[in-house]
């Protein structure tokens, strides 16, 4: 479901940044299926799709025109942490410390230390190749990606 009652695009006007763009709706996906449903839709009504996890971005990139596409309500699971494969697999709308918080259990982190990482997500620190004050140590973000699953613009799934 699109809402596009006037609060709802009004609070997602704006993100962390100066920039204020009104979309024409916003959609609050809870599968995969919701994600690859709202593509669909996009390309056969001709509107475009903004992802949004935590909207700290310092430059607009979730800010829009289309339909924003907040990942932070729902999608935000870790679905495995791999002790012995030292991976873990998670939902995008995962907040960076509360993996860490799960992962210390196991002696393991996710280095990339963003200034904001009680509160940015893995799908936004991905979208950005986040990272932080010890990027010499910890790489970024791409460096410690193993595989993203992603659905392209005609709807199919894809793992690259
Ligand atoms: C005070 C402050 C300090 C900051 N310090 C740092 C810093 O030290 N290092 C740093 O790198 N950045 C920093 N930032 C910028 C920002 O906080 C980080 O880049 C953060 O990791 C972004 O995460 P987010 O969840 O807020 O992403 P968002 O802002 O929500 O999204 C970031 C990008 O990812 C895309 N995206 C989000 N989810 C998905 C998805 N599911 N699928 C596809 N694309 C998606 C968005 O469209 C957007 O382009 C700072 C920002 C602030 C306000």
Not at 48 to 57: D, E, H, N, P
Not at 79 to 89: D, K, L, V
Not at 137 to 144: F, S
């Amino acid at each position: 479901m699109i809402k596009t009652d006037s609060l709802t695009r009004r609070l997602y006007a704006t993100d962390a940044s100066l920039y204020e763009e009104f979309p024409s709706g916003v959609a609050f996906p809870e599968t995969v299926d919701d994600i690859r449903a709202l593509v669909t839709q996009s390309a056969e009504k001709n509107f475009s799709i903004t992802a949004r996890s935590a909207g700290t971005s310092l430059a607009g990139q979730t800010t829009g025109d289309g339909v924003i596409m907040d990942v932070s309500r729902h999608m935000t699971s870790i679905i495995e942490i791999n002790t012995a494969g030292r991976f873990a697999r998670v939902q995008p709308g995962v907040i960076r410390d509360t993996l860490n918080r799960e992962a210390a259990k196991s002696g393991l982190q996710f280095g990339p230390d963003t200034a904001t990482t009680n509160r940015c997500m893995l799908g936004g620190m991905i979208g950005n190749n986040s990272c932080g004050s010890f990027s010499i140590k910890h790489k970024t973000t791409r460096e410690h990606i193993l595989e993203v699953d992603t659905i392209l613009s005609d709807g199919s799934q894809c793992g690259v």
